[in-house]
């Protein structure tokens, strides 16, 4: 019993970042703009945010960053893409390949210099404001992303006018100009806001999780939110529910890997599990999967 | 019936709009005016700057010159928010709508309140709907709705937005007779109610039918503007492809005259098409529209065009033109019938067989037959990269030479090593045309060819396409330009919905002739 517990306090604390990364991805790719920046952004959140909370010495102080770095990313990715129109693919890889080199640089310049000792902040600590104990111990931002942030996405694409002016710009964004939209100016808030989700979610893996910045830290999780988008066919609570079943899937492989009935098992087979699920998972939903009508498609009035 | 002018300001006035794209002048000192309650028709051909002048109108183009007053206050019409704000509407012809959103959803789009509540939202919707009566459920998907459905979403889209004048780009290109009927009627309610409307066509019956008043286009400037009842239908039709102030030399592009004795061989090549070597032939083909059950969009066509012979075919686009010509390019499998080039049969061959069997073509969509990236040499061997080969390497002397031949036999102004897509939509039809004849095809399909081009490469064009002939090509030439075709085509098949509406030589053939078949039948 307390080893599914455990497990299951495990899955929603490494869901935390999958949720808010695949929500951000949601808005901007719903606009019509395949973020591949979301690698980066969220590595830039995870590095910035600890960054300031180091300096600071204040975790709080993290957070913020950690997002506004995130909608800088995002501003620049939609100068690129929506203001000059360039391919979404180059501008999102490039964005990312960029932003981790940034990151690098500046902690070997700044944080990590010359010595080999690892610098490290007190994160964040645990909370259970129940008082129940298991499932519900958890980070603060836990709660606020499953309770708050992932509903108030779903809320803002399905009941306001933006979230239907992000869906029309993305569906048919000559309909949307002709309805008087802005096409560029919703694409580009899309993208803020999806970027400031993406930052929030790198900076949970350093204020949070970790307490530390290490080289490749976001190991790939910017990735499997683009996957899970797709696996919830571009809509918010799907997105996050795939993303909650593979940090399931790899929290149980964590658990697995201790105990003494699975040592015959190689461990690189328990930690590729996770993405093999994912792959199968996109594999059963992916297919017939409807694309936004202007997927990658830059707009301009003729 | 109206009110006299004095007393209201027109609803829409429009002075000296000019718009140029390029060399082309797409509206040239266009002013017109609409009142309130009146149906004003907009005709002219395809090309004559119908729906430029609307769209400059509803924002979604800026004029170079010209200023537009709404109930006689200026407005400037920066952009289609802009346009709505001041009353106006427009139904574009390829239509507007969001598929995957509901009919609630598109028809407030732009104007939805900042939080949305769908039931409310539904509610709203169908009032108005069932308030102008046009009856639709709000609560369906754009992508489960037929066209005429989708058309009415248009309209009450334009319409609840406090719409004073609404504009309609050939409203009923997709509709059913039926409910084109449904449609006019109710635009005759709208405007019993005040409402001003702007109806781009050409289809002169239906501007009959409907219109108060009707203004002509032609080339880009207004040739006329008059009441329906001070007209009639001939002097529409001349208006429309004649035009008052036609710039374009219309004069017929007469064969040399080195062969005096084969004068009348238009009206003879008619009378037995199969006497002359046959270039192209097509035989009761049939083409089904694809996933539509069955749906004839070419019901058994049959056209031969002999050697040196140009057969024209016009008819308002959309009535299987565009299948036709990929049905002799390879493009599209016939359901029955046959297709001959020259002696070889290739129907539903691949487009490099019809090639080989003498094929040459210049396709609608220019862009889609270059590749820009390419130099002007490369584009030119394209379709025949076997006879510029060394080895396994291109042999590049050889296709810089034969560019620099090309180049000067056809005037093209770029070097061989030009980036083609750096050249003008003149200059890159020349390419093509090079590209074209220098296989020495038997037949040639050309659609389209001097459409968008200035007045200069369209003579030099037209005349290359006479000089093909003369060397003994058939060419199959599909235009929307009548005078193009009546200039140049020794005969003229008219299509309309798939078959073969008339047939006649040109020599018979008159603006006035075609014009009233098009017209009729269409």
Not at chain 1, 253 to 268: A, C, D, H, K
Not at chain 2, 208 to 217: G, H, K, N, S, T
Not at chain 2, 363 to 373: L, Y
Request: hydrophobic letters at 45%; charged letters at 20%; glycine letters at 12%.
């Amino acid at each position: 019993m307390s080893f599914a517990l455990d497990v299951a306090a495990a899955t929603l604390r490494l869901g935390t970042p999958l949720a808010l990364g695949a929500s951000g991805e949601v808005i901007c790719e719903r606009a019509g703009v395949l973020n591949l920046g979301i690698e980066g952004t969220m590595y830039a959140g995870a590095f910035f945010g600890f960054l300031a909370a180091y300096e600071t010495g204040s975790v709080w102080w993290g957070v913020p960053v950690g997002v506004a770095v995130g909608v800088a990313a995002g501003w620049l990715l939609s100068w690129f893409v929506v203001t000059l129109g360039v391919s979404q693919h180059t501008a999102g890889l490039g964005l990312t390949l960029g932003l981790i080199g940034v990151c690098d640089f500046v902690n070997r310049l700044v944080v990590s210099k010359n010595s080999s000792a690892l610098a490290k902040i007190r994160p964040f600590g645990q909370w259970d404001p129940f008082g129940w104990g298991g499932v519900f111990q958890q980070y603060w931002l836990t709660y606020v992303t499953f309770l708050v942030l992932v509903p108030m996405v779903a809320v803002l694409m399905r009941r306001t006018s933006f979230g239907l002016a992000v869906t029309a710009v993305g569906e048919n964004p000559e309909a949307a100009d002709v309805a008087g939209i802005d096409v560029a100016r919703v694409r580009r808030r899309a993208l803020l806001l999806g970027g400031g989700l993406m930052g929030l979610a790198g900076a949970f893996i350093t204020l949070f999780q970790v307490g530390s910045f290490t080289l490749d830290i976001v190991n790939g999780r910017g990735w499997v939110c683009l996957a899970l988008v797709i696996f919830g066919r571009w809509r918010p609570w799907p997105a996050v529910l795939g993303g909650v079943l593979f940090a399931a899937v790899t929290a149980l492989q964590f658990r697995l890997r201790i105990l003494s009935g699975w040592s015959g098992v190689p461990f690189e087979l328990l930690l590729a599990l996770p993405f093999l699920v994912t792959i199968l998972a996109l594999a059963v939903s992916g297919r017939g999967a409807r694309y936004p009508g202007a997927y990658l498609k830059p707009y301009r009035r003729h | 019936m109206r009110p006299p002018e004095a007393d209201h300001p027109p609803a829409v006035r429009l002075s000296g709009i000019t718009k140029r794209y390029g060399g082309l002048v797409a509206n040239d000192q266009v002013s017109l005016h609409v009142e309130r309650g009146e149906i004003l028709g907009l005709l002219g051909e395809n090309g004559a700057g119908k729906s430029t002048l609307m769209r400059v109108l509803y924002g979604l183009t800026t004029p170079d010159a010209g200023s537009i007053e709404v109930d006689g206050h200026p407005v400037r019409m920066s952009s289609p928010a802009a346009a709505r704000r001041a009353g106006i509407g427009m139904v574009t012809q390829h239509f507007s709508l969001v598929g995957p959103m509901t009919v609630a959803e598109n028809v407030t789009l732009g104007a939805t309140p900042r939080w949305i509540d769908r039931r409310a939202l539904e509610s709203s919707v169908r009032q108005a709907a069932e308030r102008v009566g046009l009856p639709v459920d709000p609560t369906r998907r754009i992508d489960d709705l037929g066209v005429g459905e989708r058309q009415r979403v248009e309209i009450l889209k334009a319409l609840v937005n406090d719409c004073r004048v609404l504009i309609l780009d050939e409203p009923t290109a997709v509709l059913t007779p039926v409910e084109v009927v449904g449609l006019f009627a109710t635009i005759r309610r709208l405007t019993e109610a005040g409402l001003a409307v702007v109806i781009i066509s050409h289809k002169l019956h239906e501007i009959r039918a409907l219109c108060d008043r009707v203004a002509v286009l032609h080339r880009g400037r207004l040739v006329g503007t008059s009441s329906l009842s001070d007209v009639d239908d001939d002097e529409l039709v001349a208006l429309m492809v004649g035009g008052h102030h036609s710039t374009v030399p219309t004069e017929r592009t007469e064969p040399p005259t080195e062969q005096p004795a084969a004068e009348p061989a238009p009206g003879k090549r008619l009378a037995h098409p199969e006497r002359s070597d046959t270039a192209l032939a097509v035989a009761a083909v049939v083409v089904e529209a694809p996933g539509s059950g069955g749906r004839r969009v070419l019901d058994r066509v049959t056209i031969a065009v002999g050697r040196g012979e140009i057969v024209g075919v016009a008819g308002v686009s959309g009535n299987g033109q565009t299948e036709l010509v990929e049905v002799l390019c390879g493009m599209r499998r016939v359901a029955s019938g046959s297709v001959h080039v020259g002696a070889t049969n290739v129907t539903n061959a691949s487009p490099a067989q019809v090639i080989a069997a003498g094929l040459g073509r210049l396709a609608e969509d220019r862009h889609g037959a270059i590749v820009p990236e390419l130099s002007v040499a490369h584009n030119l061997v394209l379709e025949r990269l076997g006879q510029f080969r060394r080895g396994w390497r291109l042999d590049e002397t050889a296709i810089t030479r034969h560019a620099e031949r090309m180049i000067e036999q056809f005037a093209i102004r770029a070097e061989p090593h030009t980036r083609l897509g750096t050249l003008s939509g003149g200059n890159m039809q020349k390419v093509l045309l090079a590209r074209m004849l220098s296989g020495d095809p038997v037949g040639l399909v050309v659609a389209q060819p001097t459409r968008g081009l200035d007045l200069h490469a369209t003579a030099y064009i037209r005349a290359q396409l006479v000089a093909a002939r003369q060397r003994g090509a058939g060419i199959l030439l599909v235009s929307e330009d009548l005078d193009e075709l009546l200039s140049v085509a020794d005969r003229l098949v008219v299509l309309s919905e798939g078959r073969i509406a008339g047939e006649l030589a040109a020599a018979q053939a008159t603006a006035e002739t075609v014009g009233a078949i098009m017209a009729g039948a269409a």
